[in-house]
T-cell receptor
């Protein structure tokens, strides 16, 4: 079982729709959860992070965390063609003898927003 | 403020050769991480420096990989001798006090 699992996609949505990206993780000790966006050939760029159960909104993006279900999601409202990229889910387990701040990534979901 | 930079952007070498990758973190960031993405796989952690000290090198594949961070500034990752399975994109990231890691553009390594 992979530590962080994502549907690789591709996920295709029309412009203006809501894109929903999902991620599950296996380590119950995970404490911080991140969504990175990566355009082809570019570096991962942090979109959002979330620590607590519930929703966190930032502009068109909403991250949702359910620690009981070990599930993290990212909603993108009013999707734009410029949102087309690979979305990476990553988790951190702070301390506990592991490297401080080591990110464990999922494989990423390719999102395509078509006009 | 300059971001994380990596050099070279691409490297093509033959099996058995040596390659050295360089990462310059954001100035003042004590934490420096190396990650690698092999084609078709997820980005995986290689190692973590705090200043010049190796905090965790549990992700290093084998002893053909050597990372250094002289003076706690830039870092190098040397692969010697390179094997075919070392091909991939090597990312460097740096972090200051918060949780956000800032990634460099990566070095694409191709071993023929």
């Amino acid at each position: 079982q992979k530590e962080v699992e994502q549907n690789s996609g591709p996920l295709s949505v029309p412009e203006g729709a809501i894109a929903s990206l999902n991620c599950t993780y296996s380590d119950r000790g995970s404490q911080s959860f991140f969504w990175y966006r990566q355009y082809s050939g570019k570096s991962p760029e942090l979109i959002m992070f979330i620590y607590s159960n519930g929703d966190k909104e930032d502009g068109r993006f909403t991250a949702q965390l359910n620690k009981a279900s070990q599930y993290v999601s990212l909603l993108i409202r009013d999707s734009q063609p410029s949102d087309s990229a690979t979305y990476l889910c990553a988790v951190i387990r702070w301390g506990g003898g592991t490297s401080y701040g080591k990110l464990t990534f999922g494989q990423g979901t390719i999102l395509t927003v078509h006009p | 403020e300059a971001g994380v930079t990596q050099f070279p952007s691409h490297s093509v070498i033959e099996k058995g050769q040596t390659v050295t990758l360089r990462c310059d973190p954001i100035s003042g960031h004590d934490n420096l991480y190396w990650y690698r993405r092999v084609m078709g796989k997820e980005i995986k952690f290689l190692l973590h420096f705090v200043k010049e000290s190796k905090q965790d090198e549990s992700g290093m594949p084998n002893n053909r990989f050597l990372a250094e961070r002289t003076g706690g500034t830039y870092s190098t990752l040397k692969v010697q001798p390179a094997e075919l399975e070392d091909s991939g994109v090597y990312f460097c990231a740096s972090r200051h006090g918060g949780s956000e890691q800032f990634f460099g553009p990566g070095t694409r390594l191709t071993v023929l």
